[in-house]
């Protein structure tokens, strides 16, 4: 069955970064758009990035453009998110989720498959 595993979340002060990690198996990876989400208690997922099947395109929420970085690995069948310069306000539980055929949508409902989330905490 298909899984995906986030790790690398943790406890960071204001400033400081931390790199995600989602390993994916029993799926094609290669033909899956990859994203990061994250939710926070009581608020709706909030998309964060995103990379097409094969990384050539990349898609920012604002509020992370110049912060964070995704990347993908297809021969580890991973995707990375890079968070640099990282606020309080960045706390949250941080999905991946994968995305069949697709670009790397900001629409949650597009991704057939996601993990059980990694926890960040930044404090200030």
């Known amino acids: 069955q298909v899984q995906l595993v986030e790790s690398g979340g943790g406890l960071v002060q204001a400033g400081g970064s931390l790199r995600l990690s989602c390993a994916a198996s029993?799926?094609?990876?290669?033909?899956?758009?990859m994203a990061w989400f994250r939710q926070t208690p009581g608020q709706e997922r909030e998309f964060v990035a995103a990379v097409s099947a094969i990384g050539t395109s990349t898609n920012y929420a604002d509020s992370v453009k110049g912060r964070f970085a995704i990347s993908r690995d297809n021969a580890k069948n991973t995707v990375y998110l890079q968070m640099n310069n990282l606020k309080p306000g960045d706390t949250a539980l941080y999905y991946c989720?994968?995305?069949?055929?697709?670009?790397?949508?900001?629409?949650?409902?597009?991704?057939?498959?996601w993990g059980q989330g990694t926890q960040v905490t930044v404090s200030s």
């Open positions: 029993g799926l094609t990876f290669s033909i899956y758009a």
């Open positions: 989720a994968a995305e069949p055929y697709g670009l790397g949508s900001e629409a949650s409902r597009r991704y057939g498959y």
